[in-house]
């Protein structure tokens, strides 16, 4: 693996830290991130609910925010789709909680994943519809490209809402109130890249500030701070850029997360073990409670989690978050059989390729799971991945990529095999039909073979300080935490310590694949672990330079630094 060091301007370092009174470290971390100016840090470092633009400043805001004013006043019927995953999950409960308080009685619908397939499908409005005679569809994080459902709506006389952040597939936009980001020219707008749990707190607040203008009391009754946590919950789970307004929502959404969560929320935090932890982080959320949530539409059941995000009951939340943990056991378990399946197939009929497509049935070949496989094989193999599931004569999965592919244009020009098909440009997700699966696997693999030449960039590790020995110190930490909450384009600074040796010998941990370490600071060891990597011990009698993430380490009761280890290196 190839290490990268950030290379800095001195004079920029001094003058930054001067305006700000901050460490040089902490002027070097500011200006990786290209906030070169006094303001721009002080907004990025000190983020203010304030700082929030005008929800109305998004192209369809207004117009969605007076229909869904017409429906209260008219006390019409509203049905809520939102996706099965941590973003609609956290807008459903969003929107449906402040309808709800505003005097609606909304209903709620939650695709299932392998019979109702994702979005704003026929199937899901043939449920959702049956539950009364609805006037209005709100779509969340869903139903940009859901044309012909968008266009049997308007037949029906019912009209269509969507709040998603997903790209469009056609120039001719669908037949709705859209509010989308991404369907429009980008002006570096704070607000550009939110997820649909940002979108959807924006329009509640849009709703709240209009009701107020009207005079409405129960609008000055509701908070939009109690929406927070879920707003930061699912823009942290999202993986969307925590810059502008999404590093205000995920900033205080932790807090409110700590402070103040729903009894559904706090059910989650007593379940991943974080309830006595002041405030979680991002990496909390990604790795305890994200993945917890996205466990029950996963198996096809995401209603448990919309319910015990909606429910007020501290016992029936406690049996609802019970349910949830259960049905993450048993994603930890298909996960790793479907991985050693996933893995034969790959190293046996495409080791020599530049890219993977594997496929299988039967009940570990799980479509809600493939997504995740996908995605550790493409960062083992170090090449684009594709997983799919046959149930029937259908192939359904997700693709994951590697830096240098964009799966999206790789996709299109594979789309006469597909069925639907659809993401990011590192991450899609796709669907087939059987009689045409060995046809795709041929031409996706020669797509990408086109594009990439056959190879990849090396894998790189970004260096954002060289530091020295003695600077192993809480005031450090301390800088480092300036810079949370962590995320894409925020990533956490990766630290290196070079011509250094290890104050004793590694100890091997667990079950020997982990080993910590230690490193003497000047004044007493700091201790280290490294996850994984128990078969790459590095020596304690030679000159070696490490690379590390520097972490508080709570035990006891009492919180010291620790190292955690990426990867390190004999020195020059």
Known sequence: MQWIEDKYDEKSVSALSQNLSVSPTLSKFLLARGI??????????????????????????????????????????????????VDGITSTVIVKRNLTELGLTPYHVTPKRKTEGYGL???ILERGLKLADINLVIALDCGTNSKQEAEGLRSKGIDLIVVD???????????????????????????????????????VHGILKKLREQGVKRAY?????????????GTIADLVPLRGENR?????????????????????????????????????????????????GRLDDAEVATSLLLETDKQN?????????????????????????????????????????????????????VGIVAGKLANSLGKPCIVLAQTGDECKGSGRGVKGVNLVQALDQCKELLDHWGGHPAAVGLSLSIEKLEDFKKKFVEVIESDTGGSFPEPTLQIAAVIQQDELQENLLSDLSNLAPFGQENPEPILSLQKIRLAYEPKKVGTGEHFQFSVHNGNRTISGIAWNMGDRIPPSTTDIDLAFRLRWNSWNGRKTPQMVLEDWRISD
């Open 36 to 85: 070169t100016t006094p303001e721009l840090a002080t907004a990025f470092l000190k983020p203010r609910l304030a700082h929030l633009i005008n929800p109305f400043e998004i192209a369809g805001m207004s117009e969605a925010v007076d229909r869904i004013i017409h429906a209260i006043n008219n006390k019409e019927h509203v049905l809520i789709v939102g996706d099965y995953d």
């Open 121 to 123: 499908t026929q199937d």
């Open 165 to 203: 952040h997903h790209q469009s597939k056609d120039e001719s936009p669908i037949q709705a109130i859209q509010v989308n980001p991404h369907l429009h020219e980008d002006k570096g707008e704070p607000w550009r890249f939110l997820c649909t749990a940002g979108l959807a707190f924006k329009l």
């Open 221 to 233: 009754e509701i908070n939009p701070r109690d929406s927070l946590a879920l707003a930061g919950l």
């Open 248 to 296: 205000i929502l995920a900033s205080f959404g932790l807090r409110e997360l700590g402070r103040n969560p729903c009894n559904g929320l706090n059910a989650i935090l007593e379940m991943a073990n974080l309830h006595s932890e002041p405030n979680p982080n991002s990496e909390d959320v990604a790795f305890k409670i994200a993945p917890r949530i996205n466990a029950c």
């Open 317 to 369: 939340c406690k049996s609802l978050a019970l349910q949830m943990n259960e049905y993450n056991e048993e994603r930890k378990r298909i996960e790793s059989k479907l991985s050693e399946d996933a893995l034969v197939q790959a190293n046996e009929f495409f080791s020599d390729r530049p890219a993977v497509v594997v496929c299988g049935q039967g009940p570990n070949w799980n479509p809600g799971v």
